[in-house]
Structure formats: C-alpha cells, structure tokens
C-alpha cells in the first residue's frame, strides 16, 4: 500500500465517481481501477461497492478511510515540518478555537506574532471547544485554544492561558441591572437565552441549574455570541456569558453585568496540541507568546 492508494480511498469517499477521481488526480480512470483492484487484493476484503451509479464504500473501506484520512495529514505535517528547517521564518500556522478565545484573544496574539514574524501566516477555524478537540486528534491543526473546565486527555498537551469567568448579562434598563448581586430564584424567573448545544457555556448553564434545581425558562436558543449579546441589548432576555466577551460592551454602558450566585466551577482558556505532534519552531515561538 502506497500513499496514491490512500489518496484513491479518500477521493472515492469525497466523489464517488471514478471519472471525478482521475480527473481530481490527474490520472486516467483505467489508472483508478487498477489502483482500487490492487487494494481490494492487497487486504483482501470488498473496500468498494457500485450502487446506483455510485462508487460507495463498504464497512471495510470505511474503516480504512479512517486511516487513510489521519496518515495523509500527517504525511502533510512531515512535509511541511521539513520545508521549515529550510525556510525557518516561512511557513503557515493552523489554528484551531472556540468562539472566546478565537474572537477576543487569538486576533490580537497573532497581530503581534505577525509583527516578529512578518513570514508565517495564519490559517483559523473557529469552532465549538468538543470539534477542536477533535480536529486536535485528528492532526488536522497545529494548536488548538479551548474554553473549558479543567478536562484531562492523554493525547493532548494542555498550557493554560488565562481565565474564563462568566457573569449574568442583562440590559442596562433591566431593573436587576443595578443589584449587587441576584439570586438563582430571579433567574429563573427570567426569559434565558441559551448557547448553543455544543458550547462549554451551555453545558456549564445547564450544570449550574441542575445543583439549584431550576429549570430555566427558554427564550431563545442561539449559536452566535454576537446574536446573544445583540438580543440581551434589546431585551429578549438574559444570558450567562464570558465576561471578557463584553468588556467591551460593559464599558461603553451597552450591557450590564453581574456576578454569577453560589459556586460556579472554574473555566479557563487552554492552549492544547497533540503529544504525537512535532513541535515545530513556528508553534513553539508562537507557543512563548503566551506563556
């Protein structure tokens, strides 16, 4: 098995037609046959079926692509680690972040990295915390940056970068705006704007409920910290929120808020990347930026 034979599984995965494949590689359909046909008779198994005009894979092929998939990007971090001892101040870093990192710290570390190292640019995809995790494990990006409660993985290298408190976001004519503090029981009593399913914050709401014994009266569910702080401000409800994530709107009197009732566990901003992964003299450069 070669890396093009991998390269075919992944194409046939992606089009599912041969001519599409040839055409993607730049190679003849008769050479993506024979290439099929040899992997087939190498492992000995069925990888490819042919159903309604369609090249599928079968269970088999599936669970090859899995491999296929992780030993192509590493093949591509091989490359590109070696091309960076020839050319040490080029290169791309690939960043991976959730929502509070990835739009209130990231912009503002990379604008100075950027600065000293005019070379390397930046690719980011900016994600809830559990699909960097994954893209983490996966190979498919240098660092990652997670908000998150304290979270333990052998497979990744954890450096914590700051903390991530919440805080009870209202509009600023709310008339618990001015209160020192609120009560679970006033919250509850309140229309709530929940994050979306997969945000740390929706999870930790969720948490903090439970050990109250609230339920929450749901307003809105939204998947933007921009739409949420946008319907706080015209009083669609409250919300829990990064406190970082509106400074800026708090200081500018756009936004009141208020600490958070009773115990709340500990929420930080991680930087993570792979144990398995080399670290590159770009990453860790961009690494002592934030230690």
Not at 83 to 95: H, S, V
Not at 167 to 190: F, K, R, S
Request: glycine share 6%.
């Amino acid at each position: 098995m070669n890396l093009v034979k991998l390269e075919v599984i992944v194409q046939i995965a992606k089009h599912k037609k041969v001519t599409a494949v040839a055409d993607a590689m730049g190679v003849s359909q008769p050479t993506i046959t024979f290439h099929m046909k040899s992997l087939e008779k190498e492992f000995g198994v069925q990888l490819f079926e042919m159903r309604t005009g369609k090249v599928l894979l079968t269970d088999a092929g599936t669970a090859l692509l899995h491999y296929a998939t992780k030993i192509q990007a590493l093949t591509q971090e091989a490359h590109r680690i070696v091309q960076e001892y020839r050319e040490m101040n080029k290169g791309t870093l690939t960043i991976g972040a959730s929502y509070v990192p990835g739009t209130y710290i990231l912009p503002d570390l990379m604008s100075r990295f950027s600065e000293t190292y005019p070379g390397i640019t930046f690719r980011m995809f900016i994600k809830p915390a559990p699909a960097i995790r994954s893209l983490l494990l996966d190979h498919s990006i240098d660092i990652g940056f997670i908000s998150s409660q304290p979270f333990e993985d052998p497979m990744l290298h954890q450096i914590t970068v700051c903390d991530d408190e919440l805080g009870i976001v209202l509009p600023t004519n709310h008339p618990l705006a001015d209160q020192p503090a609120i009560n679970p029981q006033a919250i509850a009593a309140e229309r709530f704007i929940y994050h979306g399913t997969e945000s740390t914050t929706r999870q930790m709401t969720e948490q903090w409920a439970t050990t109250y014994g609230l339920q929450l009266r749901i307003g809105m569910e939204l998947d933007s910290l921009e739409a949420i702080k946008r319907a706080v401000m015209l009083g669609e409800g409250i919300s829990f929120i990064s406190r970082m994530s509106v400074a800026d709107e708090v200081e500018r009197g756009l936004l009141a808020l208020l600490p958070l009732p009773g115990s709340f566990p500990r929420r930080s901003v991680y930087a993570c990347y792979h144990r398995d992964r080399w670290l590159s003299s770009q990453m860790k450069s961009f690494l002592d930026t934030i230690r």
